[in-house]
Structure formats: structure tokens, C-alpha cells
């Protein structure tokens, strides 16, 4: 009877020793496919530490504050008046303001959005936590 009971319990122990080798294989097969995952979701500041991430974004930030003034500045300006030369030449000056004005604010718009991608990439990472909270994510995410 003894001999039995030994049997039963060998048998017991690898069973439980071939779930835990399927439970390893598997998180790790996860665990691969979420780095792949994220790798793939990489946007355009993924080369970037976030220290240079932060630097970039308040430099942005600064340079998108001065552009602002610029823009504010240029369309509380009337347009200047023609300079007499020809029938045409007060519309011609208006139209050349106008443009500028709107190039300014195109630029702008482009940096207001690059703020908000950087913004988003930094709170991202931010959110991520720890190494440890990064591997148990990768982990057991399916």
C-alpha cells in the first residue's frame, strides 16, 4: 500500500512540475508578444530619453510661446496701406499680410500639435511605473 501512495504522489508532483513548465512557457510566450506589441507602437519620440523628451517639450514649448506673440501681434495689425503705385497695390499688400498671417498660424497649429504629441508620450511614460510594474504588465496582459 505504501509503495502505491509513493506512486501517487510522484505522479502528483510531475503533473504539478509540467503546469508550472506550461505556466513559464506561456508568460514568457506572452511576454514576447506584448514587447513586440509595444515596439511596434513606438511614435516618433521613442528614440528619446524622457529627460530629452522634457527638454525638447519645454524648448517647444518656449518656442511656440514666442511664435504666439508673433501671430497675435500680426493679425491685431491692419494691413498696411498700398504704397500708391498702382491701382492694385493696397490689395496686393493686404493679400501679402493676410498670407503671412496665415503662415504664422499654420506654424503655430504644427507646434501646438507637437506639443500635445509630446505632452501624451511623456504622461505615457509616466504612467508606466517601475521596471517591475512594466515586466508584470507585459507579463500577464493578453
Same mark, same amino acid.
Given at each position: 500500500?505504501?509503495?502505491?501512495?509513493?506512486?501517487?504522489? @510522484?505522479?502528483? $508532483?510531475? /503533473?504539478?512540475?509540467?503546469?508550472? %513548465?506550461?505556466?513559464? +512557457?506561456?508568460?514568457?510566450?506572452? !511576454?514576447?508578444?506584448?514587447?513586440?506589441?509595444?515596439?511596434?507602437?513606438? %511614435?516618433? !519620440? %521613442?528614440?528619446? &530619453?524622457?529627460?530629452?523628451?522634457?527638454? $525638447?517639450?519645454?524648448?517647444?514649448?518656449?518656442?511656440?510661446?514666442?511664435? *504666439? +506673440?508673433? !501671430?497675435?501681434?500680426?493679425?491685431?495689425?491692419?494691413?498696411?496701406? @498700398?504704397?500708391? &503705385? *498702382?491701382? =492694385?497695390? *493696397? =490689395?496686393?499688400?493686404?493679400?501679402?499680410? %493676410?498670407?503671412?498671417?496665415? #503662415?504664422?498660424?499654420?506654424?503655430? &497649429? @504644427?507646434?501646438?500639435? &507637437?506639443?500635445?504629441?509630446?505632452?501624451? #508620450?511623456?504622461?505615457?511614460r509616466k504612467s508606466? +511605473?517601475d521596471a517591475t510594474? /512594466? =515586466?508584470?504588465?507585459?507579463? $500577464?496582459? $493578453?
Amino acid at each position: 500500500m505504501r509503495k502505491r501512495n509513493a506512486g501517487g504522489v @510522484g505522479e502528483q $508532483l510531475l /503533473v504539478l512540475l509540467a503546469l508550472v %513548465g506550461a505556466a513559464a +512557457g506561456a508568460g514568457a510566450w506572452n !511576454y514576447q508578444r506584448n514587447l513586440a506589441l509595444e515596439q511596434r507602437e513606438v %511614435g516618433p !519620440y %521613442g528614440s528619446l &530619453s524622457t529627460a530629452d523628451l522634457e527638454l $525638447l517639450l519645454e524648448a517647444t514649448e518656449a518656442e511656440a510661446e514666442a511664435l *504666439g +506673440g508673433a !501671430y497675435q501681434d500680426a493679425r491685431d495689425r491692419p494691413p498696411p496701406a @498700398g504704397d500708391g &503705385s *498702382g491701382r =492694385f497695390a *493696397g =490689395f496686393e499688400a493686404a493679400q501679402r499680410h %493676410g498670407r503671412a498671417v496665415r #503662415e504664422l498660424g499654420a506654424e503655430l &497649429s @504644427g507646434l501646438e500639435a &507637437s506639443i500635445a504629441g509630446m505632452r501624451q #508620450e511623456v504622461a505615457h511614460r509616466k504612467s508606466e +511605473g517601475d521596471a517591475t510594474r /512594466v =515586466f508584470l504588465r507585459r507579463l $500577464l496582459t $493578453l
